[in-house]
């Protein structure tokens, strides 16, 4: 199984950005998807995922900005990612499988992909 994410990028404080992650290979369908972050001398977070029910989880700090969406007939999750702030500036990191709520159970990962809000 591979996961490719795109669409990262440079974008000004209060843009938008689409990420987008596809799943190839030998595919079950993957209870959860979506991605995490990490910035420079910080963790890997939780950004958003999306279940097949569909249902979705956020972080505190993008609620109301972020929307995770997800097309299972294509195997792909989408984030928009609005409004956003220089403390958006990280590396995100696809993920999918059974869970996304420990970096630890993740069962694939993508590449990361590099959002940058300049301050």
């Known amino acids: 199984v591979q996961l490719q994410a795109s669409g990262g990028g440079l974008v000004q404080v209060g843009g938008s950005l689409r990420l987008s992650c596809t799943a190839s290979?030998?595919?079950?369908?993957?209870?959860?998807m979506g991605w995490y972050r990490q910035a420079p001398g910080k963790q890997r977070e939780l950004v958003a995922s999306v279940t097949t029910e569909p249902n979705t989880n956020y972080a505190d700090s993008v609620k109301g900005r972020f929307t995770i969406s997800r097309d299972n007939a294509k195997n792909t999750a989408y984030l928009q990612m609005s409004s956003l702030e220089s403390d958006d500036t990280a590396v995100y990191y696809c993920a999918a499988g059974g869970s996304l709520k420990f970096a630890s159970r993740v069962d694939y990962w993508g590449q990361g992909t590099q959002v940058t809000v300049p301050a």
């Open positions: 290979g030998t595919i079950f369908s993957f209870n959860a």
